[in-house]
């Protein structure tokens, strides 16, 4: 048996390849483009996540466990306190200081965000070469190549050590950042408030088998870290390494004991591994990855569509042969299993240039993903994404599947033709699925659509959900959608004829589309999926454009609006220091100044923010936009406000918040317990906030420093003079004017959703390739008609025309249910998708214009492919064998 | 001889490069860069000057020692804590990441019967992971410490171990007065007017505690010996290594050696012989060195000296004595990651002219990786 599907693979299928060069090619293409969004997406989002760890790793090699305060941060004294409670245990401790700073704006840039976030990290120079990782490269932070003597160390003698610690901060950046500066001796940050002009001391040393350091690294001696920020005696946090030797699980366990114990259960830090860590990152983004997977796997599944047309198409161009193979006594199981081989084939080869593809692609998509987690959630440093062995399985695994599922049907269809097939060519044209042709299911499909749309969403984790219910609505919506908009292509003919009376190729392409064929409605469906799914799309962008127009119109009243030149993303911790912002607020021309405070805290293990400004001033002089008001004005009130707060939706969804619930929160001062006075809409920041009277919260953090401050200025002042003054007086702020910033959040919101649009375009012309190919088999399919037609006097151009009409009604009909499935699926996006996933309440909007272009488009696009493959079909011989 | 080593260890991390004013020969009360000089008659008192002397550039706290646990199961252990200041009197800040001194640390354990020799290197800045007290001793270096247990009754605490494969925990009680090395208190150790040092030895302690070799922990007695020495000297340019032999001998009494090398083969003057008798007196004596057996390196290529016949005179007898110093496994090695000097530092046995066993002792063998040349 075997050797027959052998023979038949060798002798029939390879000859129809070489034969058929061209198709086979865009096949495997088509496949590998598929299997390529989904690889390079997968490769993108876990190379964000992977950033996470690597700052410190990179230095004292991977640790056990990670103290943290809940709030705030540890002073130095913990050190001996912790040494003296593990006694002679062989532990490592690392204190480290982390921030992030950026380089300062050249004269010659806008303002805007986005420029590269560094993250500083101080630790004990010294110290770090015990690390077991150090040790074995032999190399240090002492003795590490200086910039300036590119053969390092070739100088007799070694780099005078207690100059290096006593010359002030210098730092030790990586190679990348190196090659960037270009041997310049020193590099200018911008360090909260202050551009500071930092030596280079040299390249960060690396181990052999030590992951490289991330290129944004820049490393300082702890205490000067510590200087250079202010946290003077104060530290980020402490990681622990226990030595290796005998009984390490046990002690590892010893240890967190101890210092869960120390720790107060919470109170003063809160312990975790390194691992718990990277998933924290993970969950936090979680929602976001799954959102990009889901997009990416649509792209696989319109691919899926094109394999299935195009092998179908496959079949119709031989079945001629086949028919000669089964009256030579072929079974039918034979050519099944010969055509399902051919399929797995070019399933591996598809999924191959896929995996090839998907790390091409994954080398672009790394960037706009790290950019957005950037913006959203924590600093990462990616710009590479790796390719395991794994992923590869994967890629070609996912091209051998949905080859096969593709191919299941045109496999069966293939071995149905009967032996005779060769001389009664002209019979039925295959009927297609059968359940395309039941309208009842669409119906019930669309049904449960809507009840799934109606459940809550999936809880992954503390702090995460997953609207799994919402997706799975969506899709049930694509498919019932699909086969309700097949019943279209009827109605359409039904217009086309009494419009079109009089026309030879209306007639013709109407008599096709009253009863339409399966593959009739399969484009349709197919079709209708990318145009839904586009427009929904772009109904969701629109919509969330439109509500941050209106936040950003209601919320931003002030005229100026001042933060650290260093604070370039969400992750940045970059902070005003009193003296400055209190000189800031002074200036002349000022009539009021709002002052922000923000400081990282870690709720049930998630990171948020908890935030602090004059509330009474946010009442006078803007308005937040309300999701739940407060019932009454004690939280405006400083003397009555000091257990409440104001949570963003954000934040109430994420940890299911709503107006008179309490929270605890932790402060350097204790556990503070907060009453949520009302719930106001946030969409810049998706890690949620909760917002206090900013006294109390001075006071719990002993910490005066401002995040942001804006200015509201008094009548005929003019915001652009002050702003120059400010820049000239403080070249280490950022001052953006009320317009300037209003655009510049607007840019960071496209940014954000630019690869969406990416993916968009490619669910579009994957559709349209898709029409072009079905249309090419139908035409095929009925080379005795064309051939009949053609005797008739019908010349290329009528039958092309006759194409196109029909190519433009399946078109039409797929653009028509697409736009009403937009509809349904931009309700879900906005009110579930979303809600669930971030949390934001979006205003619903309905990009018009866009919805027409991209219906005109296609329509447009789909008729003048139809054309070309009419006038490809007029010209088919009635009997040439492909 | 162990300055030697200290500072050039110290130096090839660290670079000191200070030059030395002094004029040759004369007595000199004070580095070019201020660091305190060793003074002749100079007046010790305990427990303060078991203490850090920040003043001073140089300073370590080393004590060797052979353990027996039940069984007669034997091992040899190293415990070294190095202080070296960057500036006279720096570090006295209490800064939790200081910047005036660095701490340095050796641990080693010979585990005699399997000959299985395990080290570690640590080295810290002055500040809440690493600290000497000026005060009496109690040096720290991460997990290791070295105090002095009872300020009364001398008794030393030594915490102690190699990563977390081996750890010791030991009681250290002098069995002998305290003996002050070199003339009028001052050990000299080159021709240098600033070369030499307070050289301070408790040349027999008993030993108790426990040590852990794996996840076995075990009581453990035995002998140790403890140099304090404390200096800020630059040693001579000629000067490629050295050889320092503690030799605890069975009737009660201790030999210290030190032999200077020089570049050309010879013995630099300086180098001396010390006998310890059973009261704690000293006494110097010449001797001769000759090598009987040698044992190269695998990791480093150094070529040590792995048995040494030892001839001096015993000042009770006068006689000429004879004595081999044979290592307990050759392979006793530091390679000195941290330091970047490789040096050899290991138990051995010491047999007398008729094979029969008399002692035990320490050897410590610098510079044959390579010549040091500071």
């Known amino acids: 048996m075997l050797a027959l599907e052998t023979l038949l693979l060798r002798r029939f299928t390879l000859r129809h390849w070489r034969l058929a060069f061209r198709q086979s090619l865009l096949l495997v293409a088509i496949l590998g483009l598929g299997v390529a969004v989904a690889v390079a997406m997968r490769l993108a989002n876990r190379a964000a996540v992977a950033s996470f760890t690597h700052f410190t790793d990179t230095l004292t090699g991977p640790s056990d466990w990670i103290i943290q305060p809940a709030a705030g941060t540890l002073p130095e004294s913990v050190l001996p306190e912790l040494r003296a409670a593990l006694g002679a245990a062989p532990v490592q401790l690392f204190p480290v200081v982390e921030t992030t700073a950026a380089r300062p704006r050249r004269a010659a840039d806008p303002a805007s965000f986005g420029r590269t976030t560094y993250t500083l990290v101080g630790v004990d120079l010294v110290a770090v070469a015990n690390a077991a990782g150090q040790q074995e490269a032999g190399g240090s932070f002492l003795t590490a190549a200086p910039l300036a003597d590119p053969r390092g160390g070739a100088t007799e003698g070694a780099p005078d050590f207690w100059r290096t610690f006593r010359a002030g901060p210098r730092v030790w950046i990586s190679r990348a950042l190196a090659a960037e500066i270009g041997g310049a001796r020193a590099i200018e940050l911008v360090v909260n408030e202050h551009i500071v002009r930092l030596p280079v001391a040299g390249v960060i040393p690396g181990g052999r088998d030590a992951p490289q350091a991330p290129d944004t690294l820049i490393v300082l001696d702890l205490p000067q870290l510590q200087q250079l920020t202010g946290k003077v005696g104060r530290l980020d946090r402490v990681e622990f390494a226990v030595e290796p030797g005998p009984g390490a699980a046990g002690r590892r366990a010893e240890l967190r004991a101890v210092l869960e114990r120390l720790g107060g259960g919470g109170a003063r830090w809160t312990v975790a591994s390194p691992a718990a860590r990277r998933e924290t990152a993970e969950t936090m983004t979680q929602a976001f990855r799954l959102n990009l997977t889901i997009l990416s796997l649509i792209a696989l599944l319109v691919g899926l569509y094109l394999i299935f047309e195009a092998l179908d198409g496959a079949v119709v161009r031989r079945r001629g042969e086949i028919a000669i193979l089964r009256s030579l006594g072929f079974t039918e199981g034979t050519v099944r299993r010969a055509w399902m081989a051919e399929a797995g084939v070019l399933g591996l080869l598809g999924g191959a240039l896929g995996v090839l593809l998907g790390w091409a692609g994954a080398q672009l998509a790394v960037r706009a993903v790290g950019h957005t987690v950037n913006a959203l959630y924590y600093a990462t440093t990616v710009d590479r994404a790796g390719l395991s062995v794994a992923d590869g399985c994967l890629g070609l695994l996912l091209g051998v599947v949905a080859s096969l599922a593709a191919g299941w049907w045109p496999a069966r269809e293939a071995a149905r033709t009967p032996p005779a097939q060769v001389l009664v060519r002209h019979g039925a044209a295959a009927a297609g699925p059968v359940l395309l042709r039941q309208a009842w299911l669409g119906a019930v499909l669309l049904a449960a659509g809507w009840v799934c749309a109606q459940l809550p969403p999936l809880r992954v984790g503390a702090g995460v959900r997953f609207p799994l219910a919402g997706y799975l609505a969506a899709l049930l919506w694509i498919f019932g959608g699909g086969i309700l908009a097949g019943f279209l292509l009827p109605a359409i003919a039904r217009v086309a004829r009494r419009w079109w009376a009089d026309s030879a190729p209306a007639r013709v392409a109407v008599s096709h589309l009253g009863a339409p064929s399966g593959r009739h409605r399969l484009a349709v469906a197919a079709l209708l999926c990318a145009v839904g799914m586009t427009a929904g799309m772009a109904i969701l962008v629109a919509s969330f454009e439109a509500t941050v127009r209106g936040w950003v119109q209601r919320s931003l009243q002030a005229d100026l609006y001042i933060s650290s030149s260093g604070a370039q993303s969400a992750s940045s911790q970059n902070r005003i220091s009193p003296a400055t912002w209190r000189a800031v607020t002074k200036q002349p021309g000022v009539a009021a100044a709002g002052v922000l405070s923000a400081f990282p805290i870690e709720l049930e293990g998630i990171p948020t923010l908890l935030t602090g400004t004059d509330l009474r001033l946010v009442r006078a002089r803007s308005s937040l936009p309300w999701v739940q008001p407060p019932r009454d004005d004690a939280i405006y009130d400083a003397t009555r406000n000091a257990g409440l707060a104001l949570a963003s939706e954000s934040f109430g969804e994420r940890f299911r918040k709503r107006r008179g619930d309490t929270v605890a929160v932790p402060t350097p001062a204790g556990w503070r317990t907060l009453t949520v006075a009302g719930v106001y809409a946030d969409y810049g920041n998706e890690r949620g906030s909760l917002l206090v009277e900013r006294s109390h919260l001075v006071e719990w953090f002993g910490d005066d420093d401002a995040a942001n401050v804006s200015l509201f200025l008094a009548p005929g002042a003019d915001a652009e003079d002050l702003r120059a003054r400010l820049l000239a007086a403080y070249p280490g702020l950022t001052v953006f004017t009320n317009a300037a910033l209003r655009t510049e959040i607007l840019r960071i919101f496209r940014q954000t959703f630019s690869i969406t649009y990416a993916l968009e375009v490619i669910g579009v012309v994957v559709a349209v390739i898709g029409l072009a190919l079905t249309l090419s088999s139908v035409l095929l399919d009925r080379r005795d008609e064309l051939t009949v037609l053609r005797t008739l006097g019908f010349d290329r151009a009528q039958i092309a025309r006759a194409t196109a009409l029909e190519g433009m009604s399946i078109a039409a009909s797929a653009v028509a249910g697409g736009l009403a499935l937009s509809l349904g699926l931009g309700w879900l996006l906005i009110h579930v998708i979303n809600k669930q996933s971030f949390g934001w309440t979006l205003g619903f909007a309905l990009p018009w214009g866009q919805l027409s272009a991209l219906g005109g488009m296609v329509v447009a696009t789909g008729g003048g492919v139809s054309y070309l493959v009419g006038r490809w079909g007029a010209d088919l011989p009635a009997d040439r064998e492909e | ?374």
């Not at chain 2, 810290?124 to 991460?142: Q, S």
């Not at chain 2, 990563?163 to 250290?172: D, H, K, P």
């Not at chain 2, 190269?296 to 004595?323: E, F, H, I, K, N």
């Open chain 2, 1 to 374: 001889m162990r300055q030697r080593r200290m500072r050039r260890i110290l130096s090839l991390i660290l670079a000191g490069g200070c030059g030395f004013a002094a004029p040759l020969g004369g007595q000199v009360p004070a580095t070019a860069d201020d660091f305190a000089v060793p003074q002749p008659g100079h007046h010790f008192a305990f427990p303060r000057d078991h203490g850090s002397h920040p003043d001073f550039r140089i300073e370590w706290w080393y004590v060797t020692g052979h353990l027996f646990a039940e069984g007669g199961r034997r091992f040899g252990f190293q415990a070294t804590f190095f202080r070296e200041g960057g500036a006279p009197g720096a570090g006295a800040t209490g800064a939790a990441f200081g910047d005036g001194q660095v701490y340095l640390a050796h641990m080693a354990l010979l585990d005699v019967a399997s000959g299985r020799f395990i080290y570690q290197e640590r080295l810290n800045r002055e500040g809440w992971d690493a600290r000497a007290d000026p005060a009496t001793l109690d040096v720290r270096n991460g997990n290791w410490s070295l105090r002095l247990a009872n300020p009364a009754g001398p008794r030393l605490a030594l915490i102690g171990g190699v990563r977390a494969e081996a750890a010791f925990n030991l009681s250290l009680v002098p069995l002998k007065p305290l003996v002050v090395f070199g003339e009028n208190g001052v050990s000299r150790k080159g021709a240098a007017a600033s070369a030499a040092s307070y050289y301070l030895t408790f040349s027999r302690l008993r030993a108790a505690g426990e040590l852990s070799v794996g996840d076995r922990t075990m009581p453990v007695t035995g002998e140790a010996w403890m140099d304090h020495e404390i200096s800020s000297s630059q040693l001579g340019a000629d000067q490629v290594g050295w050889d320092w032999v503690g030799l605890q001998l069975r009737d009660g009494r201790e030999i210290m050696l030190y032999r200077l090398r020089r570049a050309d083969g010879t013995m630099d003057p300086a180098s001396a012989l010390t006998w310890v008798d059973a009261a704690g007196r000293t006494r110097r004596e010449p001797f001769t060195w000759e090598v009987v057996d040698r044992w190269q390196s695998p990791a480093t290529g150094a070529d040590y000296p792995s048995r040494v016949r030892l001839t001096t005179t015993d000042p009770a007898t006068q006689a000429a004595v004879s004595l081999t110093i044979e290592p307990l496994a050759k392979n006793q090695e530091l390679s000195g990651s941290l330091g970047g000097i490789p040096y050899w530092e290991g138990a051995c046995r010491i047999r007398a002219a008729d094979g029969g066993e008399i002692g035990s002792g320490y050897l410590e063998l610098t510079g044959y990786a390579r010549p040091l040349k500071l």
